[in-house]
């Protein structure tokens, strides 16, 4: 699933992972390494308007109790087993600029390095989720990570290593390009 080099194997075989996480660390080093090359995505002006968030399982407790401010009760047991098997959570964090076309850049900056991030940690077999829940607007959460007005946050990424057999089976499908390309 994991042995090829090309750049195309791996945007086809890169999946999203949700569940299946084994119980083994994701180092910040880690972390970090695979940021040191996913900022090289395109970014206008060289802007470069983002930064990060690192939760390690150490801290992931309190991060949990984070998100579970900004929930009602009954939903915290269910929030919090979902959060129980993912070994890390990494938040990217852009500026939020009042210029409509400076933020639409800044934000597609912003997702291109996250998708750089993707397929660098599929190669390293770790695998992401990048979620983007409600409570990423809830100023308790914001406050609670240290979110500061005048930011916004891209997405929230679980990280971890998984089960290659339990990824393996999942069926993946794309529709082919040519059904949605036009001509001008």
């Not at 180092?27 to 308007?49: F, G, I, M, Y």
């Not at 087993?81 to 852009?94: D, N, Q, T």
């Not at 750089?116 to 770790?126: D, I, P, S, V």
Request: a neutral charge.
């Amino acid at each position: 699933m994991l042995a090829t080099n090309s750049i195309a194997d791996i945007i086809r075989n890169r999946t999203t992972v949700k569940t299946g996480f084994v119980d083994k660390e994701v180092s910040q080093e880690l972390v970090l390494s695979l940021l040191e090359d996913a900022v090289w995505a395109p970014n206008h002006k060289n802007r470069e308007p983002w930064r990060f968030i690192f939760v390690s399982g150490n801290r992931k407790e309190a991060f949990i109790d984070a998100v579970l401010e900004c929930q009602e009760p009954a939903k915290h047991a269910a929030t919090r087993r979902k959060f129980e098997e993912v070994p890390a959570i990494l938040v990217a964090v852009m500026n939020d600029d009042p210029r409509q076309k400076v933020w639409e850049e800044d934000f597609s900056a912003t997702s291109c390095l996250l998708q750089n991030f993707q397929l660098l940690a599929w190669e390293k077999e770790l695998g992401v989720c990048w979620k983007t829940p409600l409570h990423i607007h809830d100023p308790k959460f914001r406050s609670a990570i240290g979110v500061e007005t005048g930011e916004k946050i891209v997405g929230i990424l679980h990280l971890g290593y998984f089960d290659k057999e339990v990824v393996g089976r999942r069926k993946r499908e794309r529709t082919n390009p040519a059904e949605k390309l036009t001509t001008f």
